[in-house]
T-cell receptor, first 112, second 112 residues
Framework: AQSVTQPDIHITVSEGASLELRCNYSYGATPYLFWYVQSPGQGLQLLLKYFSGDTLVQGIKGFEAEFKRSQSSFNLRKPSVHWSDAAEYFCAASNRDDKIIFGKGTRLHILP | SQTIHQWPATLVQPVGSPLSLECTVEGTSNPNLYWYRQAAGRGLQLLFYSVGIGQISSEVPQNLSASRPQDRQFILSSKKLLLSDSGFYLC???????????FGEGSRLTVL
C-alpha cells in the first residue's frame, strides 16, 4: 500500500542551527513529493515540491529538499532555522492526478 | 485567481446529531476535491476525494459521507456524530497545472 512515513514526531533545534526533517515514501513508482508547513492555528502552506528533474529542490522560506530514489526519501533541510520556523511540517506524496497521502507530521520546536 | 472557502469555521455538536460541512472553490473548473481530517498525533487523514460531480472515493470506512452536487462544491456529512468524529476538517483542491493542493481555512468540530 502507498504510504508516507515521517519517523520523527517532534524535533527540537536551537535558533541558528541547521535542520533536517526526514520523510520516506512507499510507492510503486516515483511519486510526486511535497512538503507543507502548518503554523499554529493556520492552514497548510506548500514549501516545495518535486515532480522530476533536479533532485535538489528549492522552496520558500529558505527550505530545500533532496529526492533520493535509492533511499525512497525526500528529506527537508534548512541551513539556519529562525524562531518563526516553529511549526508542524508534513511530507506528502501522490501519483499524477491521484490522491495525495500525507505523513503524520513532525512538530518543530526552536530553542532561543 | 482561485480561492477555496469552508464553513462553518467552528462547530460544537452533541453526539448523535447530524453534520454538514461545506466547501466551495472559485476560479477553477472541474477541480479534484479532497476532504482531510487532522487529529492530534495522526497527521492528515484522507477521508474522501472527488474527480467530478457525483464521483466520490472513500478512503476510510467510517461514520461520514461526502457529496459533490455541483462542480465546485464538496460537502461532508454525517447522520449521527460520534465522539471520535471530533477534529479539524480540511477541504482542498488540486491544481491540474502544478499538482499541488490548496487548502481551505478548516473547520474545527467538537463533538460532546
Amino acid at each position: 500500500a502507498q504510504s508516507v512515513t515521517q519517523p520523527d514526531i517532534h524535533i527540537t533545534v536551537s535558533e541558528g542551527a541547521s535542520l533536517e526533517l526526514r520523510c520516506n515514501y512507499s510507492y510503486g513508482a516515483t511519486p510526486y513529493l511535497f512538503w507543507y508547513v502548518q503554523s499554529p492555528g493556520q492552514g497548510l502552506q506548500l514549501l516545495l515540491k518535486y515532480f522530476s528533474g533536479d533532485t535538489l529542490v528549492q522552496g520558500i522560506k529558505g527550505f530545500e529538499a533532496e529526492f533520493k530514489r535509492s533511499q525512497s526519501s525526500f528529506n527537508l533541510r534548512k541551513p539556519s532555522v529562525h524562531w518563526s520556523d516553529a511549526a508542524e511540517y508534513f511530507c506528502a506524496a501522490s501519483n499524477r492526478d491521484d490522491k495525495i497521502i500525507f505523513g503524520k507530521g513532525t512538530r518543530l520546536h526552536i530553542l532561543p | 485567481s482561485q480561492t477555496i472557502h469552508q464553513w462553518p469555521a467552528t462547530l460544537v455538536q452533541p453526539v448523535g446529531s447530524p453534520l454538514s460541512l461545506e466547501c466551495t472553490v472559485e476560479g477553477t473548473s472541474n477541480p479534484n476535491l479532497y476532504w482531510y481530517r487532522q487529529a492530534a498525533g495522526r497527521g492528515l487523514q484522507l477521508l474522501f476525494y472527488s474527480v467530478g460531480i457525483g464521483q466520490i472515493s472513500s478512503e476510510v470506512p467510517q461514520n461520514l459521507s461526502a457529496s459533490r452536487p455541483q462542480d465546485r462544491q464538496f460537502i461532508l456529512s454525517s447522520k449521527k456524530l460520534l465522539l471520535s468524529d471530533s477534529g479539524f476538517y480540511l477541504c482542498a483542491w488540486r491544481s491540474g497545472y502544478t499538482g499541488e493542493l490548496f487548502f481551505g481555512e478548516g473547520s474545527r468540530l467538537t463533538v460532546l
